[in-house]
């Protein structure tokens, strides 16, 4: 038998660590919100996988009207439906490797944190200006985070000179 004391605990316990955790949750929501609230949503284009859409992509900046290039900007990317995370790895690879010369390397931690997702999920990167930080996360979950000098060409990909779909960059930066 379980004496009433240690039910007490438990339930003592169990309560603390679920405050833990709703605080920690409402923290990185708040602060993700925060960081969201100085940017205003630019655009919003259907996301196409040769002619089949997969979701909708989402651009953010300080400045719709400035380059990306020089600002904190965001891009959410809202699926519809089931993408393997190789699939998300090995395209990230080869649009940076398009766009950019020289070592891409630097970018393996944003590119290697993709994981396999399903209808209803969404991957965000948001780049940090100030702190030169990339982070890439999918549902509200931080996967990895990049503070590098050239962190925010990671979005050459989408809005490179050869980005993954012209028409895509196109609908996002007018």
């Known amino acids: 038998f379980i004496s009433l ?9 169990m309560g603390i ?19 969201a609230n100085t940017l ?19 651009y953010a900046a300080q ?9 904190s900007i965001e891009m959410q990317f809202h699926y519809t439906e089931k ?5 998300f790895k090995r395209a990230a690879h080869h649009f940076l490797s398009k766009n950019l010369k020289g070592d891409i390397g630097f970018f393996d931690p944003i590119s290697n944190a993709y ?10 990167l948001f780049y940090r200006h100030n702190s030169q ?10 996967l990895s985070r990049l503070q590098h000098p050239k962190a925010q060409q990671y979005f050459n ?11 895509l960059k196109q609908q996002l930066l007018n």
């Open 157 to 167: 990909i989408w809005l490179g000179e050869q980005p993954f779909s012209v028409k």
């Open 5 to 13: 004391t240690t039910l007490l605990w438990r339930d003592l316990l």
């Open 83 to 87: 993408i393997p995370g190789w699939a």
């Open 133 to 142: 930080t990339l982070s890439l996360s999918l549902n509200g979950q931080t």
């Open 115 to 124: 994981q396999s997702i399903q209808s209803g999920d969404r991957y965000a």
């Open 40 to 58: 205003d949503l630019c655009s919003e284009a259907d996301l196409m996988v040769g002619t089949k859409v997969v979701g909708k992509a989402r």
């Open 63 to 71: 400045n719709c009207q400035a380059s990306w290039q020089n600002q």
């Open 17 to 35: 660590a679920f405050q833990k955790t709703t605080l920690v949750l409402a923290f990185g929501l708040c602060a993700s919100s925060a960081f």
